[in-house]
């Protein structure tokens, strides 16, 4: 596609429940990440795939977080039993394998756990 | 732990005045970048930096990256409205991970 996508662009759970989070990146994009921003916030490194290489897990907060990526395209990222500090917007890129280039984000999903 | 930290957190400025944005740290990046990120979407990159003492002009936007690669500042001249955002740097030490920093909210009143 012309654009990183994810979706929902919204999402409003209740606490305990799990969610998944899907992002398409870039057509071509092998490298592919999850930030997450919570409010007023910069933003906060969670996973990071690139090609058929082991995922780089470091910045999941906890083990109810984790994401996957399919065929080295679409990623989801599923959290387990959700809590209110969960609450946040969650961001995909993508990105060449020379990052210099930028990465390219897409819109967000916003989640919000009462 | 690498960190940016960015100042001033807010900024509310009239149409027509100057500002500069400042992104400091206590480690060396090989790379570092500058994003804005308006409500409701994602940053989108302004520019990248990679050698020390780089000046980098996009319009009204002038970037430098420090001498030492410890920081780097975002200056806009003749503000307008349609700079309103949240300004990210963001900085590598060579792998393929950035870190961001805290963010300067700018806010531009006509």
């Known amino acids: 596609g012309a654009g990183v996508s994810q979706s929902p662009s919204n999402k409003v759970t209740e606490k305990g429940k799990d969610v998944e989070l899907r992002c398409d990146p870039i057509?071509?994009?092998?490298?592919l990440y999850w930030y997450r921003q919570s409010l007023g916030q910069g933003l906060e490194f969670l996973i990071y795939f690139q090609g058929n290489s082991a995922p780089d897990k470091s910045g999941l907060p906890s083990d109810r977080f984790s994401a996957e990526r399919t065929g080295g395209s679409v990623s989801t990222l599923t959290i387990q039993r959700t809590q209110q500090e969960d609450s946040a917007v969650y961001l995909c890129a993508s990105t060449t394998l020379d990052s210099r280039d930028g990465y390219t984000f897409g819109s967000g999903t916003r989640l919000t756990v009462v | 732990t690498q960190l940016l930290e960015q100042s001033p957190q807010f900024l509310s400025i009239q149409e027509g005045e100057n500002l500069t944005v400042y992104c400091n740290s206590s480690s060396v990046f090989s790379s570092l970048q500058w994003y804005r990120q308006e409500p409701g979407e994602g940053p989108v990159l302004l520019v990248t930096v990679v050698t020390g003492g780089e000046v980098k002009k996009l319009k009204r936007l002038t970037f430098q990256f420090g001498d030492a690669r410890k920081d780097s500042s975002l200056h806009i001249t003749a503000a307008q409205p349609g700079d309103t955002g949240l300004y990210l740097c963001?900085?590598?030490?060579?792998?393929?991970?950035?870190?961001f920093g805290t963010g300067t909210r700018l806010k531009v009143l006509a």
């Open positions: 057509s071509g994009h092998t490298a």
């Open positions: 963001a900085g590598t030490s060579g792998t393929y991970k950035y870190i």
